[in-house]
Every structure is written in structure tokens, then in C-alpha cells.
């Protein structure tokens, strides 16, 4: 028999269908989900209304992460500070009583470990290739890094994998995203992944899983891998994939939860038994060169709307689409900004280094090694850096960063969401404009009236010390 | 759930594009644990607008809602659907959808209907004064002028809608199957077990 040759994507989708029903919906065995406070309640109830348990909770992990403030969690003697918001409190403690209660594993708010769910899964080698992972957030997408198969789903399906440990998905198309080249200098990954969805569109990816290939990621660590499939929702894609590889085994060999001896050598070989096979055919292929990819940043309120930071505002007439026109209209007006302004000129109120998408040791690196030496601008009047984890914050320190940071004046926070979707304290005031490391610029998002910048958290560390949305390879390379 | 089989009455001829769960239900109303009440927060940054159609006396209680590509873009929130189901709307008509938001949708006894643009350009232009049936049974979309539009549905979410059916005690019924295939992958993939 011969085997039609298969992506990545088909293989591993084959590998966990439970049952294939006549209509070609699937149930798929989910083999990792990962629980946070926010989409989780309803479900816990719904299972307690029905009087059904947690099939398996050794492959559930719950972290808090969406509401909890940033600032310090206990007091000097290590008593727990209380959490002012009253919803958000009883938020947090409902994960933390459902969690024990339906025998889940549980990484609280003052462990050492705690920190954003799509940072934690891949730091403690829960996250691994091959695998399903489900998550109660979009976000989920991130695990696609590791080259796991990873996707948001909602409360009702959070819900249905609680119960069976399995989903009824329809098999999604494939689309390639190949880029092949030199990535210019001052060009992150961040910048890769916003040209990306600025090329395909917000809605390009929808019924689609992404497949990134080419040289551009092969070279890229794995953290880097993180950030460009965790966007992959904002190109409309429920998931992203790279083909785990050497550099994959070697990120995630000793981690805490990562297979070890004779299983971690077995997982190794069917791991690398997945890359997509030569002549498998995907559905769509986008074809990128590295070398046109510059240091980039969004204009507007959807995160298709991108340009490279040496463009300009453009004119809403400029597209050719009348609805486009009339969003981008609509966008600027809430932006506050006026065609032909060259981005360069804009200046920025906050500063957001954080988020699932870039709150990582090498992010803080590379935004620490621009905010060395230098002081934030005075007109800033805010200037956040939210590490992903507990583990990456002390990383960081062990590095010094946290002093970089702080002597150029930007606060040090604990780790969390933070300022990406303003349900915690930290939010952008109204009217106020913010370079953001985050993922999504939509109108409110980190605050009702908040104006986002998404950009890399180099170029968030050039604007907090220019004050003004900058070029950062001005100022790469150079000492202060 | 409840089941689902005919939507009529007037429509919301919103018609943007890229509709995000931000734009649907705020962040702020996320801090709830339950599926209540969200109605209150639905499309909150849109009702600021003056003159927005949410406030029309016209489309009070509308039961349809019409728009644009990419309705439902964004975070996984089910409580968009929630908030729309809070506040009567029980059919959207549009492009297409997030795939994520239309999964929600149909959990939730809201239809997605996906409909070509210029189908749903003419339903925006009959919206603005007149009511539209979508009919789950026939699949179709249809205006008081003889406007008749067929759109396709995934069968399992079709029957799931009609039905009202509870997908976790479907699941739940084929537990032999689910254990089986555990036995099986954990043979093959012992690493798997955490």
C-alpha cells in the first residue's frame, strides 16, 4: 500500500482521531489542557450541574494568569495580599477550589512557577510536539512553537474536554507560510509574524491551519517560534505549526514535565517522524522573503493593519476594498492619528513589555539591551515590563535585567497578562497611546479608549526611551 | 440547549467587517462565572457611537444580526456568544466567521449562517426596513420580495442545532471508543501520560 505523503498537520491530526463520524467530523483526542481562571467557571459548574468528573486530570494543568494584578502578591512575612477588584477575586478563587476539588493540577498565584499559561506549558516541558493542546484562549495557538497542534476553544468545549478528553472538530485546511532568506538587522521574530498577518489579513488564515517553513524559522529559537505561532489567531488561523527539530529536543530535554530516558529517546524518534513529508501538498501556500520584512508595527485597530516602521500613516482612499476604506477611516479616527504622518513622528504615552506573545528571557534581552543606559522619555508616563513567568522573572534578575530596567525607569512587575487585555489593573487610560509588545490592537482592548501600537519588545524599549514610536536599529548597536 | 429550527423577524444591518470578541463583549465583563446577563456589555465601543443601530428603536429585540468577513475575530470568549444570545440574537448572517466564534455559536443555539458577499449585501439593504427569515430546515434565507438564498451548514453542527443537542453526553456515550484509544496511544506513546 502506498501512504499518500502528509503535512505535519495531517499527521498529527491522524494520530488522535477517537472516531470519524459519516458527516467527516472527527472526535480528537486531546492529550494536553491547559486551565486558566477566566473561561473556566462555567464549565467546572456545568459539570457539576451534570454530575460528571474530570476524565483525566493528570493532563489538565490549571494557572491563573488573566485578572491577577502585578504587583506584589504577599507582604513581607509571605502572608498573601488581598486582590481589590471583588469579581476578579472571586474569579481567581474559583480556579483555585475547582482545581483540588476535580483533582487538577495547580500552579497558584504565589508559586515560583506561576505565570501566563502559554508561557508556562513549554517552560515545564508540558507543552510537547506531536501533541493536542487545548487552552480556554485563543492564545492556545502559541504551543505551535513546539510543534504541538494547539488551538483556543470556548467554555462549552473546555467543558467537553473536562468530561472526555476529546473534541468534534472538522479537519482544517492547510496553508504553508514559507520565508526563506536573511532577516534584515533589528528584525525579530515579532516583526516576522506581524508582516505575515499584514500580507495574509486578519480573516486570511480562517478555516486554516498554518504551517511555517523556510530557513528564516528553522534558524529561530524556539522562543521565537513561540511568538510567530502565537499570532497566527490574528491572521484568523486557529493554529500554527513548526516542525520540532533539533533545536526543539534541545529546549525542551530536563524540563520539569518532559519525558525522560528510554520514553524521552522513543518521543525524540516519533517526533521527528512528523515534519511534513516531501511531495504532501497544502492548500495554500504564501511565499515571503526575508529580506522584505522590516522592523514593522500596526497603524489602525485590527492586526492587519501593518507597516514597516519607516512608513507611513496611510490614506484610507489608498485600499481598494470600499469597506476597507471606511474601517480604516474608523480607525484612524479612533487612533487619533492623520494620513501621510510618518509613524516615526507619533508619540507614545505607555510602554507594554509583556504578554503571551513576548514576555520571554530572550525578549526581555533584547529590550533591556536597548533600555541600557538609557532613561525612559519624560513624556511617557508609563512604562510596564510584565515577565511571562515566575521563572523567566528569575532568570532575568540572575542576569541583572530587572536593574536595567529600572534604572532607565520602567516599573518591574510580577508576572501575568498584565496590560494585553486590561481585566487586571494594568490597562491603558482612554485616549492614550501605548507601544505594546501584546498581540491584538483591537479598540478597547487594553482599556476603554486605549490607542495599540503591537510592535516588538525592542522597538517597545526604542519608544519608551525616544518617547515617540522610533526605528530601533537607530539606535541598536550604539551606546547610549 | 434549546433546539433551533426557524429565525424570523428584523435584522441588524451591521455589515463591518472584522468584528472582534473585543468589539462583542469588553474584557471588563469577562470577570463573571456565569452565562448570564452578559446582554448588558454586548457591543459596548459600538453603542458609544451616536446613532448606532444597537439603540434603534427599529431593531429593538431584532433576533438577526448581519455582517461583515471575519465576524467574530479574535479571543476564544465564548462569552460573545453568550452576550448575544443575552440580548435575542439567535441567527447571524455573514461571509464567514472565526472558526472558533462559529464553534461557539453553534454551542450556544445561535446559527451562523455564511452567505456570499453580495447575497448579504442585498440582506443589509432589505434589513434596514423589513424582516428576514432564516430557516435552519431548508437552509435557506428568504425576504418578504422573494429573495431566497440557500447556504450550507456542517451537518454534525446542523443536526446539533436542530436538535438541541448536549454534545458532552453524545461524547460521553462512545466512552468505550475514548478508552480504547487511550490504551492504544499509550502503548505507542508512553511518554504521553504526564
Keep these: ?480 | 440547549m434549546t433546539p433551533i429550527a426557524k429565525v424570523e423577524g428584523r435584522a441588524i444591518p451591521l455589515g463591518r467587517k472584522n468584528v472582534d470578541t473585543d468589539v462583542i463583549i469588553p474584557a471588563h465583563y469577562l470577570k463573571t462565572v456565569t452565562r448570564a446577563g452578559l446582554g448588558k456589555g454586548a457591543f459596548e465601543t459600538i453603542r458609544a457611537e451616536p446613532g448606532n443601530l444597537f439603540d434603534d428603536p427599529q431593531y429593538a429585540a431584532a433576533p438577526i444580526l448581519i455582517a461583515g468577513d471575519n465576524f467574530g475575530c479574535g479571543s476564544s470568549r465564548e462569552h460573545a456568544a453568550w452576550a448575544m444570545i443575552d440580548m435575542g440574537i439567535t441567527a447571524v448572517i455573514a461571509p464567514s466567521y472565526s472558526d472558533i466564534f462559529s464553534g461557539n455559536a453553534v454551542k450556544n443555539g445561535i446559527v451562523p449562517v455564511v452567505l456570499p458577499q453580495d447575497a448579504v449585501d442585498r440582506l443589509l439593504e432589505v434589513a434596514k426596513d423589513h424582516p428576514i427569515t432564516v430557516d435552519l430546515e431548508t437552509c435557506t434565507v428568504t425576504t418578504p420580495f422573494q429573495d431566497r438564498f440557500e447556504f450550507t451548514m456542517d451537518p454534525f453542527r446542523r443536526d446539533c442545532l436542530l436538535g438541541g443537542l448536549d454534545e458532552v453526553g453524545l461524547t460521553l456515550a462512545m466512552e468505550d471508543r475514548i478508552t480504547r484509544y487511550e490504551a492504544q496511544a499509550g502503548a505507542e506513546r508512553p511518554w504521553l501520560a504526564a
Excluded at chain 1, 469579581?87 to 497558584?108: C, D, H, K, T, V
Design chain 1, 1 to 480: 500500500m502506498s501512504i499518500k505523503p502528509r503535512t505535519l498537520y495531517e499527521k498529527i491530526w491522524d494520530a488522535h482521531v477517537v472516531d470519524r463520524r459519516d458527516d467527516g467530523t472527527c472526535l480528537i483526542y486531546i492529550d494536553r489542557h491547559l486551565v486558566h481562571e477566566v473561561t473556566s467557571p462555567q464549565a467546572f459548574e456545568a459539570l457539576r450541574l451534570a454530575n460528571r468528573t474530570v476524565r483525566r486530570p493528570d493532563l489538565t494543568l490549571a494557572v491563573p494568569d488573566h485578572n491577577l494584578p502585578t504587583t506584589p502578591r504577599q507582604d513581607a512575612a509571605g502572608n498573601r495580599l488581598p486582590i481589590e477588584d471583588a469579581e476578579s477575586a472571586q474569579q481567581l478563587a474559583a480556579l483555585e477550589a475547582n482545581a483540588p476539588a476535580f483533582g487538577i493540577r495547580y500552579i497558584g498565584a504565589t508559586d515560583a512557577a506561576q505565570g501566563i499559561v502559554h508561557v508556562v506549558g513549554p517552560e515545564q516541558g508540558f507543552s510537547l510536539p506531536g501533541t493536542t493542546i487545548v487552552c480556554g484562549d485563543s492564545h492556545t495557538a502559541c504551543h505551535g512553537g513546539v510543534g504541538a497542534l494547539a488551538f483556543g476553544i470556548g467554555t462549552s468545549e473546555v467543558e467537553h474536554v473536562l468530561a472526555t478528553q476529546t473534541l468534534l472538530l472538522q479537519q482544517s485546511k492547510t496553508m504553508e507560510v514559507r520565508v526563506e532568506g536573511t532577516l534584515g538587522f533589528g528584525v525579530s521574530p515579532k516583526d516576522v509574524i506581524l508582516h505575515v498577518i499584514g500580507r495574509i489579513g486578519a480573516g486570511g488564515g480562517t478555516g486554516y491551519v498554518i504551517e511555517y517553513t523556510g530557513n528564516v524559522f528553522r534558524e529561530m529559537s524556539i522562543e521565537g517560534r513561540l511568538t510567530v505561532s502565537n499570532m497566527s489567531i490574528e491572521g484568523g488561523a486557529r493554529a500554527g505549526l513548526i516542525a520540532a527539530d533539533d533545536t526543539t529536543f534541545a529546549y525542551l530535554k530536563g524540563r520539569p514535565m518532559a519525558p525522560t530516558g528510554d520514553e524521552w529517546d522513543k518521543a525524540v524518534a516519533w517526533w521527528r517522524s512528523l515534519a511534513t513529508d516531501p511531495g504532501a501538498a497544502y492548500d495554500k501556500v504564501v511565499v515571503i522573503d526575508a529580506a522584505d520584512i522590516a522592523p514593522s508595527l500596526t497603524w489602525g485597530t485590527s492586526p492587519e493593519d501593518v507597516v514597516p516602521i519607516t512608513g507611513a500613516v496611510p490614506d484610507p482612499m489608498s485600499f481598494a476594498d470600499p469597506s476597507k476604506q471606511e474601517a480604516a477611516r474608523k480607525s484612524l479616527a479612533y487612533m487619533g492619528l492623520t494620513p501621510g504622518t510618518r509613524m516615526q513622528e507619533v508619540a507614545v504615552d505607555n510602554i507594554f513589555i509583556g504578554s503571551c506573545t513576548n514576555s520571554r528571557i530572550e525578549d526581555l534581552r533584547a529590550a533591556a539591551e536597548v533600555a541600557r543606559g538609557r532613561r525612559v522619555a519624560d513624556n511617557v508616563k508609563q512604562a510596564l515590563v510584565v515577565p511571562g513567568s515566575g521563572l523567566v522573572k528569575r532568570q532575568a534578575e540572575a542576569e541583572g535585567l530587572d536593574r536595567v530596567f529600572i534604572e532607565a525607569g520602567f516599573e518591574w512587575r510580577e508576572p501575568g497578562c498584565s496590560m494585553c487585555l486590561a481585566m487586571n489593573p494594568d490597562k491603558v487610560p482612554p485616549g492614550q497611546r501605548c507601544a505594546s509588545t501584546s498581540n491584538r490592537n483591537f479598540v478597547g482592548r487594553q482599556g476603554p479608549g486605549a490607542r495599540t501600537h503591537l510592535v516588538s519588545p525592542a522597538m517597545a524599549a526604542a519608544a519608551a526611551v525616544t518617547g515617540r514610536l522610533a526605528d530601533v536599529r537607530d539606535l541598536m548597536g550604539a551606546s547610549a
